[in-house]
Structures are given as C-alpha cells and as structure tokens.
C-alpha cells in the first residue's frame, strides 16, 4: 500500500513540474530561447503575491489580480529590452543575458526581503493541509491535486490556444518561420513579445504553486529552474504534452527514490533526467547510421 501512496505523491509532484516547466518549454518551442532566469521570475512571483497577503492582507488568489498583469508587463519588457536584441547574436547570447538576469533578480530580492524562507501556506487556511483518503492508509492532499489540475488545465490551454486561435496560429507559424511570416504582414517581434508575456503568466501561476505548497527564499529559483529543465528534457523540449509526461516521470521517479533512501530523491530524478539524455543520443546516432544505409542503399539500386 505505501508504495501505491508514493506513486500517488510522484505524480502529483509531476504536475507541480509540469506546471512550473511549462512556461520554459513554451519559450523555447516559440522562440528557441533557454530563459535562465525563468525560476528567478517564478520566485519574483511568489514574493509578490506574499506581500500583498502581507501588507495589503489580500488573500493570494485575489493578489493574482495584480500579480498576474504585473508578470505579463514584465514579459514585454522581457522581450523589449532583453530577448529581442540578445536573440540577433545568435543562440548563446540570451542564455547568458537570462542567467545575468537570474543573478540580478535573486539579488535584488534578497536585498529587498532578506535571507528569511517565507510560504503561503499560512494566508490559504486549511488548504495548505487538508486532505483526501482515497483508500485505507492512502492520503493525497487537496493542494497537491488542485496544483496537478491547474497544470493540465494551463498545458491543455495552452494547447487549445495555439491550434484554434488567430493569435495562437501566428505564434506557431513565428516560431516555425519568422522572415515569412513577416513577408505575410505578421510583425514577429509583436508576436514574440505576447508569447513572452504570456510564459510569464504561466511563470507566476507556478510561482503561487511553489509559494502554497513549499517554503521559498530569494534564492529558491536556481533548483526550481533545474525541476523544470529536467522536466521538459524528459518530455521532449517545446512539447507542452510532453512536459506533463516529463513532470510526471520526474516526480515519480523522486517520490520512488526518496522512498529507496533518504538521499534517493533528488538522485532519482537525476537519473532518470540522464537516462534520458543518454537514450536519446544512442537512439539519434542509430537512426542516422540506418538513413545513411538507406540512402547508400538507393543509390547503389
């Protein structure tokens, strides 16, 4: 039985990975842009939704209010002063642009907040704990399960938008082509810039996860950011389905570990990220040894 409750947790935990990878792995299938900074901004996030549930006394889920708008102004600007010019440098420039960024914001929190760890959890009541008997001795909390719909929801969104949208349609047809796309009428950088503002959305969405259902500090975004490479690596990078599949066989695999040995779960899900990474070159260079064969093969017939 506790196993079966340690593959419920792992899944879970998938969809909280899902849920925070899933504005990185967008920017990247839109824009092929790695944003370093993406775990700094989740953080950024959270500690704006903690100090309006501080000073303002507003529950969180009315500080999205504010916070979300907040984020999406910071994606344009995002996009503006950062991504649009570094991107014409080619593919190295806006992962050091983004990782400087990730440098300034992190510091810029700890000058602002401190070094203390803070949550939500205090400002949601009983949510924060609660939770659901599925069978006997099996447990799954109620956050947990709202944090794992809310990542389906936002992915299967996401997902809608891009395939059934006029916006969506442009945002697929710039990342798949930009200099056509701009011979069409279509202004790219317009386009990239609401991409951007909308991974934002998706970054503070994860940023209010991580804040109810974990402590954070201003420097929580660097393993947030590894949670959520590893999790769209896993899933196929720019697969927004993939990066659920990605989160989930992270999450389970981490719960399965941490349940082998105390320091299995970050082991875990270390290993699997590898495996991955590994299978995925043997199997590239296998299929590109057997088109080559083909291709001599034609050509000898």
């Not at 824009?31 to 100090?51: E, Q, R």
């Not at 970054?203 to 590894?226: E, H, K, N, W």
Request: charged share 10%; aromatic share 12%.
């Amino acid at each position: 039985m506790i196993w079966i409750e340690q593959i419920f947790q792992g899944v879970l935990l998938g969809g909280y990975y899902a849920l925070i990878a899933c504005g990185l792995s967008f920017m990247f299938s839109v824009m092929g842009v790695v944003n370093l900074a993406h775990g700094s901004f989740a953080v950024l996030a959270a500690f704006g939704l903690w100090a309006i549930a501080e000073y303002a006394g507003l529950s969180p889920f009315y500080g999205w209010i504010v916070v979300l708008p907040a984020m999406a102004l910071v994606g344009v600007a995002l996009q503006r002063l950062v991504l649009d010019r570094s991107t014409r440098s080619g593919f190295l420039i806006p992962v050091l642009a983004t990782f400087g960024l990730s440098i300034c914001i992190d510091n810029l929190l700890f000058e602002q907040f401190g070094a203390d760890t803070r949550s939500l959890a205090p400002y949601i009541g009983d949510l924060s704990y609660d939770s659901w008997e599925l069978a006997d001795g099996v447990f799954v909390g109620k956050l947990a399960v709202y944090i794992f719909l809310a990542a389906i929801g936002l992915l299967g969104g996401l997902q809608l938008f891009l395939s059934h949208t006029q916006l969506g349609r442009a945002i697929r047809a710039t990342a798949a082509d930009r200099d056509t796309v701009g011979l069409m009428g279509v202004d790219a950088n317009w386009i990239n810039t609401c991409a951007t503002a909308i991974a934002m959305v998706t970054v503070s969405i994860a940023g209010a996860a991580l804040a109810m259902r974990a402590t954070f500090d201003p420097y929580a975004g660097a393993p947030q950011l590894i949670f959520a490479f590893e999790a769209a690596v896993i899933g196929g990078t720019g697969s927004l389905w993939g990066t659920l599949a990605g989160g989930l066989a992270l999450g389970v695999a981490q719960s399965i570990g941490a349940q082998l040995s105390p320091q299995g779960f970050l082991i875990a899900g270390h290993a699997v990220f590898l495996t991955v990474l590994v299978a995925r070159a043997s199997f590239g260079r296998i299929f590109d040894a057997w088109r080559s064969f083909n291709l001599l093969k034609t050509r000898a017939s």
